[in-house]
T-cell receptor
Framework: DVKVTQSSRYLVKRTGEKVFLECVQD?????MFWYRQDPGLGLRLIYF???????EKGDIPEGYSVSREKKERFSLILESASTNQTSMYLC???????????FGPGTRLLVL | GENVEQHPSTLSVQEGDSAVIKCTYS??????FPWYKQELGKRPQLIID?????GEKKDQRIAVTLNKTAKHFSLHITETQPEDSAVYFC????????????????FGQGTILTVHP
């Protein structure tokens, strides 16, 4: 069974803080993704990675960066958190030969 | 890039009725169309998917149809039950071919389905 975990379920941060969200998968998947989920907007791709140290911008990368130093771990970084980054953040992973993306439980981030 | 539109945004049905959710996509090169279900407070999970070489796929009470010419696909749930209540997302992707688009999903806006007992 694929397991994708995220470091926090809920997080409260202040404007301007640097925020780290971590995602870990245990299935040796090559591809990992970060989305944010907002009501009425669906899931929007922030960044994805198809290999260690490789990253590609998604549809809304502004204000975010990512790090993939190990295959199982994909981190999302908010360099200077702003209130408009208050959202639900979902991580997903997928095999390099697969189709299905497996999601983590999500991190609900509130930026005050 | 790809753009996926999903309708309706909310859908309310009585238990036992059918529910239909429709999506359109813009990129004719998209060839993989999954549907995810997200129950309240839980993670999205794949419920059914279809590739562009197939027009219809069924799995018990759930079916998906694809019209490549019109670039739209639909989710059909028959004999709805209260446990079908959730948010449903359609998505489109280009699975084959190289480049960085591999595996990248573009999601629709989501449909909140409520099944009343």
């Amino acid at each position: 069974d694929v397991k994708v975990t995220q470091s926090s379920r809920y997080l409260v941060k202040r404007t301007g803080e640097k925020v780290f969200l971590e995602c870990v998968q245990d299935m040796d998947h090559e591809n990992m993704f970060w989305y944010r989920q907002d009501p009425g907007l669906g899931l929007r791709l922030i960044y994805f990675s198809y290999d260690v140290k490789m990253k590609e911008k998604g549809d809304i990368p502004e204000g975010y960066s990512v790090s993939r130093e190990k295959k199982e771990r994909f981190s999302l970084i908010l360099e200077s958190a702003s209130t408009n980054q208050t959202s639900m953040y979902l991580c997903a992973s997928m095999s390099g030969r697969g189709e299905t993306q497996y999601f983590g439980p999500g991190t609900r981030l509130l930026v005050l | 890039g790809e753009n996926v539109e999903q309708h309706p945004s909310t859908l309310s049905v009585q238990e036992g009725d059918s529910a239909v959710i429709k999506c359109t996509y813009s990129d004719s090169a998209s060839n993989y169309f999954p549907w995810y279900k997200q129950e309240l407070g839980k993670r999205p999970q794949l419920i059914i998917d279809i590739r562009s070489n197939v027009g219809e796929k069924k799995d018990q009470r759930i079916a998906v149809t694809l019209n490549k010419t019109a670039k739209h696909f639909s989710l059909h749930i028959t004999e709805t039950q209260p446990e079908d209540s959730a948010v449903y997302f359609c998505a489109a992707s280009r699975l084959m071919g190289g480049g960085t688009s591999y595996g990248k999903l573009t999601f629709g806006q989501g449909t909140i389905l409520t099944v009343h007992p």
